[in-house]
């Protein structure tokens, strides 16, 4: 695909209101996502330590998150839906998690979270913020969605839940990505 032809799509919250600003003609998709910034297997939840090559073929749904975001954690029944829908069908999903505050650093509290939350994919600790810096990310929850080649194809902000209007931009996007 062209870089003239590629489109991105970003919603950006303005105050309480979101909106979605399409991006067409003249607007460079970046050539590939950013490589994850923690290598050391304290800093994953689930896995061992993974690079993004590790999700070539498949497309990938990252959640940027932190376990004292109400948003964050209301979005969790979607992400697990999506997961269990589209994991299948080539479909992988991967945590990122940020901390807010000093106590969410605590790598034992996010495992505890993780598993009163229920989540079963990888989740990388991002305590240092390298990799939110890396997506250029600025909220909590945020939704980036990478092709099966590493390019990043979309980014969704705020709360999501099943069947709402950001869920069916996401998944279109996802469904769209996993045929091509």
Not at 23 to 52: K, M, Q, R, Y
């Amino acid at each position: 695909m062209s870089n003239r032809s590629t489109t991105i799509r970003h919603l950006v919250i303005c105050g309480a209101a979101l909106f979605t600003v399409n991006c067409g003609a003249g607007v460079t998709a970046p050539a590939g996502a950013p490589e994850f910034t923690h290598a050391d297997a304290n800093a994953w939840i689930n896995s061992e330590p993974l690079e993004l090559g590790d999700f070539k073929g498949r497309v990938l749904l990252i959640d940027v998150w932190t376990f004292d975001c109400w948003n964050c954690y209301r979005s969790i029944p979607w992400l697990k839906d999506v997961e269990a829908r589209l994991g299948p069908k080539g479909l992988a999903l991967l945590g990122v998690h940020s901390p807010e505050f000093a106590h969410e650093q605590e790598r034992a509290r996010v495992v505890a979270k993780v598993k009163e939350f229920g989540i079963g994919h990888p989740v990388m600790l991002d305590n240092d913020f390298s990799y939110w810096r890396a997506l250029g990310n600025r909220f909590w929850p945020a939704f980036y969605v990478i092709d099966k080649q590493g390019r990043l194809r979309g980014t969704f902000v705020g709360e999501t839940h099943v069947g709402d209007g950001r869920a069916r931009n996401v998944e279109a996007l996802i469904t769209k990505l996993l045929v091509e």
